[in-house]
Every structure is written in C-alpha cells, then in structure tokens.
C-alpha cells in the first residue's frame, strides 16, 4: 500500500541511490516506461535513459552529495526538495545547487513520471567560479 510513510522510506533510500554514484540504482527507483524532464528539456524516458541522465550528473560532479530537505506529498503526487554538493569535473569549483523534482508515483511505489528543477544559470555561474 502506498503510505506516507512508504513514500518517505523510498524518497530516503532514493537520495541514497544518488549517493552512491550508481545510476542504475538511481534508475531502479522509476517504472519500467518512466520518465524525468529537467528544467523543461527532453524527456529522458525509460530506465536506461534515467540511467544514462544520472550518469551525465555523475560525470559533471563526479563528487556529487545529493541531501533529502523536504517532502510534500498528496497522494501519489510528491514534490521531493533536494540540494546537491561537490565540485565541477573541469573546473573543479564547488557547487551548492538547489532543487526540486515533481513525481507522479505508480501503486508499486515506482515514480512513473518527474518534472525537475533546479536555477540553471546558478550552476552555470558556480561552474564559472562567478
């Protein structure tokens, strides 16, 4: 059954996955035809895409440190706030990048769809060094 406190524990141990730099793990928390779109861009659609977006963020930061700041949930809606650390794979500047991803959860507890969000041109200008 898809509970509060079911969400919660799959939010944490989906905040887990990112930290251990392992993007199928990261993948294995979306539904077989899932999907992620970031900041209005293409969606990445399947697990293997999942797979492979998580991979392009671990080869950015390789030292990425993703931190769980809230939870909303209403039903199977959730909003899971989120900030990620380290420091850029060229540039070696650190970043603090705050965000959010919009998840629609299926009745196995897998996200069937998330809409992302983060200040793009902040990460650009912590690349920068600016």
């Known amino acids: ?20 730099g392992d993007p199928d793990r990261v993948a294995s928390f979306y539904s077989e035809g899932g999907q992620i779109v970031i900041n ?31 939870l909303r949930i209403a039903g199977n809606h959730v909003a899971y706030l989120w900030t990620f650390t380290g420091h850029d794979a060229k540039t070696r500047n650190p970043l603090v990048v705050s965000g959010w991803e919009e ?19 902040d990460y650009d200008r912590q690349i920068a060094g600016n």
């Open 40 to 70: 209005c861009g293409e969606p990445h659609l399947g697990r293997a895409a999942v797979a492979a977006m998580a991979a392009g963020f671990y080869a950015a930061v390789p030292d990425l440190k993703l931190t769980l700041d809230k």
């Open 103 to 121: 998840w629609d959860i299926d009745p196995d507890g897998k996200v069937s769809a998330s809409r992302g969000w983060f200040d793009a041109e």
């Open 1 to 20: 059954m898809l509970t509060r406190e079911v969400i919660e524990a799959n939010a944490q141990a989906y905040t887990d996955a990112w930290n251990s």
